[in-house]
């Protein structure tokens, strides 16, 4: 799967990727809004996973999910510790909520699920 991981922190991005290339999945990362506008527009994603506050600590990511919204409509993950901005991201499009620092689990489940979606 070709899986888009919008999110700042190295730390939380660099485990994500490790883990979730080493099941064989293709993972690229956006660290800011204009970057992850840019990488979408790449290619075409399976899942996306979506930090609430791209680089910074505001809660910047609702014109993100907006623009992706017009053309993508799989699964996005509404990643953040603030359960009302997950609110607002499920609300403008978001398919999945996973509060931080689980979003691993709850991606792994979306993975096993639409791998199981039959073609």
């Not at 956006?30 to 790449?42: I, N, Q, S």
Request: aromatic share 6%; glycine share 6%.
């Amino acid at each position: 799967m070709n899986i888009l991981l919008i999110e700042d922190t190295e730390s939380v991005f660099s485990t994500w990727q490790d883990q979730l290339e080493a099941n064989g999945h293709e993972v690229h990362i956006a660290t800011t809004p204009e970057k992850a506008l840019t990488v979408f527009r790449e290619r075409n994603w399976d899942i996306i996973v979506l930090d609430g506050c791209i680089g910074g600590h505001e809660f910047n990511c609702l014109p993100v999910l907006k623009e992706i919204r017009k053309s993508f409509s799989g699964p996005i993950v509404a990643a953040s510790s603030d359960e009302e901005l997950r609110a607002s991201m499920m609300i403008q499009g978001c398919t999945h909520e996973s509060p931080k620092p689980y979003v691993l689990a709850e991606l792994r489940g979306i993975i096993d699920f639409e791998l199981s979606k039959p073609s």
